[in-house]
């Protein structure tokens, strides 16, 4: 995009020792056969090595939703395990034997889980960090290397995935603007603004040093006051965003609004940045001001610059 040029925008609206307790006689082997302590038992002569590491980390899994249980877990009497949210879902009904499940935990799983040492799930997106059981699941909803949320505004996308993958998302998908450029000029437009009680524009990408920053735009109230906001986010993470700056102004009739600051990475959500009012803000009279006219229709005219810091 060239600088300056106007574009006019329309709202849409792990080694353990282990002790087993023998089973009770009358279990018939069906059951043992089931029963996830076989499979602790015969793969763990004593150590662990990969493979029975490997069997461990499987009876770990949830046969409801195959995500790895944390305490509490839970067992029916024939020692079927599951993890506490499906518990609650199941209604107290085994889901592999129908037996009623009861409140019984499977302690010995639980005491297992935390020898147990294992790689990140981003380890194909490239992290290589090994972590304790119980500290797996904590490093991993922050881990560098987990996928990003879709940065679209218009609607709740459930689309995840790396930068490079979500670019191509907005473009084809959500038909984005794409423009070229640090510096931009953009005019938003809307009849009848009085009659607009929220709004959100449509998503704006810039390509600018090899990076990609979304524009907002949107009306909303803050308290009781109408307001118009516009802020940048950065498709990376929050120290990458530290690198740039960016700034917005919007005026008219000889005043003029400025905003300068960091874009926030889109790991933030947008409505957590627009709670947290990181942006330009500009009440809803003042816009119409800047509108000129009769102050019946937004015309509102809101240039910026991104730059990076050296």
Request: glycine share 8%.
């Amino acid at each position: 995009m060239v600088p300056g040029a106007i574009i006019c925008k329309e709202a849409i609206a792990i080694e353990p020792r282990i002790e087993f307790v023998d089973y009770d006689m009358s279990t018939s082997n069906v059951e043992l056969r089931s029963s996830p302590f076989r499979k602790i038992a015969t793969g763990l002569g004593g150590n662990l090595g990969t493979n029975s590491n490997n069997d461990v980390q499987e009876l770990l899994e949830c046969p409801v939703c195959m995500n790895l249980m944390y305490p509490p877990i839970y067992q029916c009497p024939n020692g079927h395990t599951l993890c506490s949210t499906c518990k609650a879902r199941v209604h107290n009904s085994c889901p592999t034997c129908r037996h009623e499940l009861g409140n019984i935990r499977c302690l010995a799983l639980e005491k297992i889980a935390e020898s147990l040492e294992l790689p990140c799930k981003y380890q194909i997106q490239g992290c290589n960090d090994i972590f304790p059981y119980y500290s797996k699941l904590k490093h991993e909803k922050n881990c560098k290397y987990r996928p990003y949320s879709c940065p679209y505004a218009g609607a709740e996308c459930p689309v995840t995935g790396d930068i490079p993958f979500l670019v191509s998302h907005l473009k084809n998908d959500h038909k984005v603007d794409m423009h070229e450029g640090s510096s931009f000029n953009h005019r938003y437009v809307k009849s009848n603004p009085q009659e607009v009680e929220n709004a959100i524009w449509m998503l704006t990408v810039f390509n600018c040093f090899g990076r990609q920053f979304c524009l907002h735009f949107e009306a909303f109230h803050l308290g009781t006051a109408p307001v118009y906001m516009a802020f940048l986010r950065f498709m990376g993470d929050e120290d990458e965003a530290r690198q740039f700056s960016y700034s917005l102004e919007v005026g008219g009739n000889g005043r003029k609004l400025m905003w300068q600051g960091i874009p926030r990475s889109i790991r933030d959500s947008h409505k957590k940045i627009r709670d947290s009012q990181d942006g330009l803000i500009i009440q809803r009279n003042l816009a119409l001001f800047f509108s000129g006219g009769d102050r019946q229709e937004l015309k509102l005219k809101v240039a910026g610059r991104i730059w990076k810091e050296q």
